[in-house]
């Protein structure tokens, strides 16, 4: 086999050992979070520095999980002090973090979850997952948002009336585009992991709006047939109780 062959055949033998990989290496984790979202996908990032025994143990685990959660998410293994990745390593603070640290992504590139130096197994993993309607809360809340949750079923009273008065106050040239509204259904399985977390009854009688602020706090609530000036006067409220740190730790973000 003549050189140019036997550097040819390198090559093939490298491209397919990335391809079997469930660690895309020739691409950025920038370019690995564009292409989860253009495929609805999750992104499971393994952010490390030395090959230690645990690092070893995630790699071996999240390269099976590539297989039994392909249609779900895809995956990555990024050593902090890659210079390509640099910005991506700046934006999450992967360099003071400790290591190995297991991140994942929603498609809308928002972070739900995180192992710290933590070999976790797959059904773990697989449960981090978001929902779509937990996913864009979150990402509204990680973007400085207001969010109203507008929890409402097809049997809960006053649909209509809180629903309105929860779009008008986010369309008020006070709200400088920083509230936004999400509607929920309390019944709806599929939103199940941002209904259980905030105890939201499944028997709700009447349409409610939740206040929520960053980085996730329960600020506020309206309860029943409302108006905009009352659901703006119970925004008002809960965002001067928060700021002056009655929403706990983080205060509004």
């Known amino acids: ?67 039994s959660l392909a249609s779900k998410a895809l995956f990555y293994a990024l050593k902090t002090d890659d210079t390509a990745n640099k910005d991506f390593v700046a934006k999450h603070r992967l360099a003071s973090a400790p290591l190995p640290l297991t991140l994942v992504f929603a498609p809308n590139g928002v972070v739900v979850g995180a192992f710290v130096q933590e070999v976790v197994d797959q059904q773990t993993l697989a449960a981090s997952f978001a929902s779509p309607k937990l996913a864009s809360v979150l990402k509204l809340l990680q973007d400085g948002n207001v969010v109203l949750l507008c929890v409402q079923s097809k049997t809960t009273k006053h649909n209509a009336e809180s629903l309105k008065a929860a779009q008008g106050a986010g369309a008020d040239e006070r709200a ?38 960053p980085p996730g706090k329960i600020a506020g609530e309206v309860k029943g047939a409302t108006t905009q000036a009352a659901v703006w006067d119970a925004i008002t409220k809960a965002i001067a109780a928060c700021s002056g740190g009655g929403c706990g730790a983080g205060g509004c973000g």
């Open 1 to 67: 086999m003549g050189k140019a062959s036997r550097i040819l055949s390198a090559m093939v033998g490298a491209v397919l050992l990335v391809s079997s990989s469930g660690f895309a290496a020739p691409k950025t984790a920038e370019a690995m979070l564009q292409q989860a979202a253009a495929e609805n996908k999750h992104l499971v990032v393994l952010a490390w520095s030395d090959n230690d025994d645990t690092t070893s143990k995630l790699k071996a685990m999240l390269d099976k999980a590539r297989v």
């Open 176 to 213: 400088k585009g920083q509230i936004q509204t999400v509607e929920v259904d309390p019944t709806d399985a599929s939103c199940a992991d941002l209904v259980a977390p905030l105890k939201l009854p499944a028997a709700l009688e009447e349409a409610t709006i939740r206040i929520l602020v």
